[in-house]
């Protein structure tokens, strides 16, 4: 079997993985999405099922308020004392008194998994990692105390008890960056193997200068001395003239034959610049050579395609990642279904096939609770189709197929219900300020159907078989926006500054990725 990059498609930032037996479990980003952090199962790393997500309560922490690429950052999963261990950060970009890292346990990785242990510590990007002692090393990455540079940050240390639920004894900083002058010293990870202890870490900046880097000590303590080979993975240094850009954030994993692979985010980017997809999850080999980790030996960059002779199984013709994926209906009971700071349910109902969405008065520029449901893109190039029951809409009210990066960044394809009958307009909102790029009145139908035609950077809304309006998806990336996501395609209602009174019916939602990506 080959493995193809990405082996997690679409906005799967941030991945950690840790291997428990014959299984890999694997954990993402997800920010301000609910549910949330998915975990998923694997028996060669290449062929990913989704079994629960860690946040899928209500009431297990509170989203309301936080604006996008805020939430649920840079989760790490690990297996010891007889528990799946997860500890995330809470981020609230408005209010950093708010939140922080966290610390959830389970007996199985499907779950239910514990309410929410808050750690007296600041920062982002938590991990851990069991000494051989049975002692639980919690660390993680934070703004430097006393900074050299801007956004210089520090790598701390600290022993957590599981008994107190707390962290316990002193603090040691291990780590502030491979490169001076270099930004954002993240997303550590340390590995307790043969005698010695590893630091992998990114730094750089989760963009274009993304870079891996590593260190060793005797100790999980320290001191920690690095790779001289510093940074020992990036693709900063192919330039714009490569598809894959910003490599990094780097988890090992061993194999029960004892090779090493690594899982890392990176985005696919056509012109060197944006990606809309999003970070994504990639796989790259790795092999022991002088007592340090190399990353894609010999040549030094994410292969598209890896040679993966362990793998158990063969992947289905025009299926993706994860749970093989097909073209076609996105059902209600389908994992990849999303809300906004709100688990789906809480958003609307199931009917059969049909999601049933009462109207709210919050838009998608709100911070909120929005009657919003959607999935990943996962693909560049892809089709949806979106049939709308707007019968049950009072005037004023409205529903629409949407390409979500933000609250100040989306674009929708709008039908409003007004007294003079219902009304198509297609708006694009770019950094707050919102542009009608196309309105026709449409028929007296109660059921509409919408379609989106994603090929590459184009974004064409289309009704009745016609293009209304196309959108440049270039200016609804991270890049362009700011922020950590890719785009999300779904059906939001809303009633805008009137009390909510109707009901939206999401009759359909298909998805297919179309060309050399079916």
């Known amino acids: 079997m080959t493995a193809t990059n990405p082996v997690l498609p679409g906005c799967h930032p941030d991945p950690s993985v840790c291997r428990v037996g014959e299984w890999y479990y694997l954990v993402t980003s997800t920010f301000e999405y609910l549910?949330?952090?998915?975990?998923?199962?694997?028996?060669?790393?290449?062929?990913?099922?989704?079994?629960?997500?860690?946040?899928?309560?209500?009431?297990?922490?509170?989203?309301?308020?936080?604006?996008?690429?805020?939430?649920?950052?840079?989760?790490?999963?690990?297996?010891?004392?007889?528990?799946?261990?997860?500890?995330?950060?809470?981020?609230?970009?408005?209010?950093?008194?708010?939140?922080?890292?966290?610390?959830?346990?389970?007996?199985?990785?499907?779950?239910?998994?514990?309410?929410?242990?808050?750690?007296?510590?600041?920062?982002?990007?938590?991990?851990?990692?069991?000494?051989?002692?049975?002692?639980?090393?919690?660390?993680?990455?934070?703004?430097?105390?006393d900074p050299e540079w801007y956004h210089q940050t520090e790598v701390w240390v600290r022993e957590y008890s599981p008994a107190q639920h707390a962290l316990i004894g002193d603090e040691h900083v291990i780590w502030r960056g491979a490169v001076h002058g270099a930004v954002w010293a993240e997303g550590p990870h340390l590995y307790p193997i043969d005698g010695e202890w590893y630091l992998v870490a990114a730094e750089g900046g989760t963009e274009f200068h993304h870079a891996v880097s590593?260190?060793?000590?005797?100790?999980?303590?320290?001191?920690?001395?690095?790779?001289?080979?510093?940074?020992?993975?990036?693709?900063?240094?192919l330039g714009r003239r490569t598809d894959v850009i910003g490599a990094g954030h780097a988890d090992l994993v061993q194999a029960p034959d004892g090779s090493w692979q690594a899982l890392m985010l990176a985005m696919r980017a056509a012109d060197g610049h944006h990606y809309p997809l999003g970070r994504e999850t990639f796989l790259c080999p790795v092999e022991w050579q002088?007592?340090?980790?190399?990353?894609?030996?010999?040549?030094?960059?994410?292969?598209?395609?890896?040679?993966?002779?362990?793998?158990?199984?063969?992947?289905?013709?025009?299926?993706?990642?994860?749970?093989?994926?097909?073209?076609?209906?996105?059902?209600?009971?389908?994992?990849?279904?999303?809300?906004?700071?709100?688990?789906?349910?809480?958003?609307?109902?199931?009917?059969?096939d049909i999601w049933r969405m009462p109207v709210r008065s919050a838009t998608l520029r709100d911070a909120t609770k929005v009657a919003f449901l959607g999935i990943r893109q996962q693909h560049a190039d892809a089709d949806v189709r979106c049939v709308l029951d707007v019968g049950g809409l009072a005037d004023g009210e409205s529903g629409a197929l949407v390409v979500r990066q933000s609250e100040q960044d989306h674009a929708a394809a709008v039908v409003t219900r007004t007294p003079a009958g219902t009304v198509l307009s297609v708006v694009h909102v770019r950094g707050g300020d919102e542009h009608v790029l196309a309105e026709k009145r449409l028929p007296d139908r109660v059921q509409i159907e919408l379609r989106l035609r994603a090929r590459g950077y184009d974004l064409e809304f289309v009704h009745d078989g016609l293009a209304v309006a196309t959108v440049d998806a270039r200016q609804l990336d991270a890049s362009s926006t700011g922020g950590f996501l890719g785009l999300w395609l779904g059906a939001c209602a809303s009633s805008g500054a009137s009390d909510p009174r109707g009901e939206l019916a999401i009759m359909t939602f298909e998805y297919a990725p179309v060309g050399d990506e079916e």
């Open 214 to 237: 590593v260190a060793r000590a005797a100790a999980a303590t320290g001191p920690y001395h690095g790779n001289k080979a510093n940074p020992v993975f990036t693709h900063r240094h």
């Open 35 to 145: 549910p949330g952090l998915p975990v998923m199962r694997s028996r060669d790393l290449v062929r990913w099922e989704t079994i629960g997500h860690v946040i899928d309560r209500p009431g297990m922490l509170d989203f309301d308020g936080i604006r996008s690429s805020g939430g649920l950052y840079a989760p790490t999963i690990r297996h010891g004392l007889g528990l799946f261990w997860v500890v995330c950060t809470l981020v609230d970009p408005a209010d950093p008194s708010r939140g922080g890292n966290f610390v959830v346990t389970a007996e199985h990785p499907q779950g239910p998994w514990s309410d929410p242990v808050m750690l007296d510590v600041d920062g982002i990007d938590p991990s851990l990692a069991f000494d051989d002692d049975g002692r639980v090393w919690m660390h993680g990455t934070r703004l430097a105390r």
């Open 290 to 352: 002088d007592g340090w980790p190399v990353f894609a030996p010999g040549e030094g960059r994410l292969p598209h395609a890896i040679a993966a002779p362990w793998a158990t199984g063969t992947a289905l013709d025009g299926s993706w990642q994860p749970d093989d994926r097909r073209a076609g209906a996105v059902l209600p009971q389908d994992s990849r279904w999303t809300a906004l700071r709100a688990l789906p349910a809480e958003i609307a109902r199931a009917d059969g």
